[in-house]
């Protein structure tokens, strides 16, 4: 959240709108996000609380609370109300934001759950990404390979997500599908984003390479590396 003057002055033009019609429970949703937007979050608690009062059964509003909630560290509360949003109208992002509600509570497997039930209403790219971070935070190295290389299905040409596929590859011991995907993201990287990244990651196996548990991969991949760059 920042208070720039560009967000204090939506702030502004949605009270204002709020003083025409101050029974429209949009309007006092899009003040309750302007004010988050403007660092006034518990102004915005208030503002969309208004809008829950007037508009109880609509899930967007229980939705915005939430968010604002998480925003001011009020887990519990954003909790309760992405669950009653969920109650009113599921849906994979919702499921997808309570999930980061239920990872700061340390509630583990009520994130995983969350995580599933988004995938399961939307197989995207951006839902898998999701359970494939939480696999890889708790070292789950195999469901994260899986969860990946689902990502890598539905868009196969992202280098990044081929960087990922490599770095879980290399963790489970299948260094030949790691190589192939550092190969294929530099292959995809068309603007070299990744080159910088990449040429350090050369050095710093090439100075520790005495230490190296798998010397022999890492030499496989610095000639990778370098050999991009020489072409």
């Known amino acids: 959240m920042t208070n720039d003057p560009g967000n204090q002055a939506a702030l502004e033009a949605a009270l204002v709108q709020v003083k025409l019609d101050p029974h429209s429970a949009n309007n006092w ?66 499921y997808a934001s309570r999930s980061v509600v239920n990872v700061a509570l340390e509630r583990d497997a009520a994130a995983l759950s969350d995580l599933t039930d988004a995938i399961e209403l939307a197989p995207t790219a951006e839902n898998y990404l999701n359970r494939t971070a939480f696999f890889a935070r708790k070292s789950i190295t195999g469901d994260a390979l899986r969860d990946i290389s689902q990502v890598i299905e539905l868009q196969p040409n992202d280098p990044n997500h081929r960087l990922t596929r490599a770095n879980l590859a290399f963790a489970a011991a299948q260094p030949e599908l790691g190589l192939s995907d550092i190969e294929a993201a530099m292959r995809f990287d068309q603007d070299d ?24 991969v890492s030499r496989r991949l610095i000639e990778l590396i370098r050999r991009k760059k020489r072409d």
Request: proline share 9%; no cysteine; aromatic share 4%.
């Open 29 to 94: 949703n899009q003040a309750a996000i302007a004010a988050l937007q403007a660092a006034k979050p518990e102004v915005a608690v208030e503002y969309i609380t208004q809008a829950i009062t007037l508009e109880p059964q609509d899930a967007l509003n229980y939705s915005n609370r939430g968010r604002i909630n998480f925003a001011l560290g009020q887990h519990q509360e954003a909790l309760a109300d992405y669950s009653h949003a969920i109650e009113l109208a599921p849906s994979a992002p919702l």
């Open 193 to 216: 984003a990744l080159q910088p990244g990449l040429l350090q990651l050369a050095e710093q196996l090439e100075l520790h390479l005495p230490d190296s548990p798998q010397p022999d």
